[in-house]
């Protein structure tokens, strides 16, 4: 099944599971893939930035691919951002073989000008192949590329594979409305709209006019909740929901590996992965900030029976 701009709900970013010792953990990875699986959602991204997919080895990623492929019945999206294009291809065209139905690509933080940004998007979409769908990641705090709404018209004019926007830009509730205008214009194709960051700002996005969301909050089920409620027209019961969620939302939103780290602590909280680690370089949780965790976790639990995890 090939991915489209009609993509539309949610589409979890999966952590890879390590253990202590630095290998991938490949039961843990089954276990979550059948988890995101039974939790409603619309497809799954894996070996993004999230995935910790820099740090993999080809075959390592190769064997992550097969597996999710073997057990997720829904769209797969594979990060293959890479610096050289080589690298990208190769992962890309393995992914597609073993049943991925897109690929998403991150720009390389040496792009500075709208036209470096736009001629890169065409070398990778030419390298990956025009038969091979991508995923556009617009993500400026990790990458610090950024690209105005102008730079993505031209990204999905010049490129008919480039099928969804990963939204990832802060603050950027104005380029959704600027790009679903782009299309109401006629100026711009469709392009499916899915957020990331965490999540922070879903509530209003889908309110803008996004399609749903594509981030690695450790409670999916609570974004498909709140994607359905929002697409259903029901306001209030969106927001309480994303609200009662906010504290602990934010506190996962903390950047780099602090923030991965929370995500891993949580997923182990919840039985889906073994250990916590995240391979080398990395980060983990001090007592003080497991107490934190602990705590937000408790709170959200009050109205949610999700939360709601075995003492630690
Ligand atoms: N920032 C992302 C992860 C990157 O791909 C998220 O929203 O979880």
């Known amino acids: 099944m090939s991915l489209t701009s009609a993509i539309k709900g949610v589409i979890p970013i999966s952590p890879t599971p390590f253990f202590a010792d630095g290998r ?5 990875m089954a276990r979550l893939t059948d988890h995101f699986g039974a ?13 910790e997919a820099p740090k993999l080895e080809f075959q390592e990623a190769r064997a992550i691919v097969e597996l999710v492929a073997k057990r997720f019945t829904q769209p797969i999206v594979v990060g293959v951002s890479a610096p050289g294009f080589a690298a990208m291809r190769a992962l890309a065209r393995e992914a597609m073989e073993l049943g991925a139905s897109g690929v998403m690509i991150g720009p390389p933080n040496t792009l500075r000008t709208d036209d470096q940004i736009v001629g890169y998007y065409r070398q990778a979409a030419e390298a990956i192949g025009p038969d091979v769908p991508f995923v556009l990641q617009d993500y400026p705090l990790t990458f610090s590329v950024v690209m105005t709404p102008n730079v993505i018209k031209r990204i999905v004019g010049e490129n008919e594979n480039c099928v969804v926007l990963k939204h990832e830009d802060w603050p950027g ?7 679903r205008g782009f ?13 990331g960051n965490g999540g922070l700002f879903l509530d209003f996005e ?17 974004l498909v909740d709140v994607v359905k409620l929002s697409a259903a027209g029901k ?9 009662a969620h906010l504290p602990y939302l934010r506190y996962e939103q903390q950047q780099g590996p602090l923030g991965l780290a929370v995500r891993k602590w949580v997923y182990m909280r919840r039985g889906l992965i073994a250990c916590d680690a995240q391979r080398k370089p990395g980060a983990s949780l001090n007592a003080a900030a497991k107490g934190e965790v602990e705590y937000l976790l408790s709170r959200i639990a009050r109205t949610d029976s999700r939360a709601v995890l075995k003492a630690a």
Do not use: W
Request: proline fraction near 2%; aromatic fraction near 4%; charge should be negative.
């Open 206 to 222: 889908m309110e803008r006019g996004a399609d749903g969301a594509n981030t690695g909050y450790a409670f999916p089920e609570m």
């Open 235 to 243: 306001r209030d019961a969106a927001h309480d929901l994303f609200d």
């Open 39 to 51: 939790s409603g959602v619309d497809g799954i991204t894996i070996l993004g930035q999230l995935g």
């Open 183 to 195: 299309e109401k214009d006629g100026a711009m194709r469709h392009i499916a709209i899915l957020v």
């Open 173 to 179: 509730l104005d380029k959704i409305t600027a790009l």
């Open 24 to 28: 991938v953990d490949m039961d843990s």
